[in-house]
């Protein structure tokens, strides 16, 4: 009779609603966003979520590179998602032929070996999200690391 009881108080569907505050509306204006160098003459970058010194994710950001920027070999701790929203990004993966990708564009970058161009012509404008914490570690082709690009000092 008991296992019939418990059966049937879970079959019900009864939502139960948490208690505390409704949640909130966040939001960046992009009049609002801090953009700051990722390393002197690089592109900007402008968080959202979490900051590029955080310990752990996830991680957001806005990035906006120069026309014809070239990050050079690198890889990331963690995958990330990336979303075009100005002029044409070129991913390329080792071992892989460059991808050119417009505004409106999509990508899911995964831990491997590879480099984000600006394609010439135009400034290119990103968002990307990280489930991971922030991480950026420059390589040779073959993923051997390279020293780290200075960040310039925080004002």
Known sequence: MKTATIVAILGCG??????????????????????????????????????????QGPTAFFIRFKAGFDSGWHTHESAYTGIVMSGTIIETSKGQDALKLRAGSYYLQPIVVHKTQCAPGADCLMYIYEEGKFSFTPTDEAGKPLPQPKAPPRK
């Open 14 to 55: 009864v939502t139960i609603a948490a208690a505390g505050p409704a949640p909130k509306l966040v939001a960046f204006p992009a009049e609002a966003l801090k953009w700051e160098p990722f390393f002197p003459g690089g592109p900007d970058e402008a968080f959202v979520i979490g900051t590029k010194e955080s310990k």
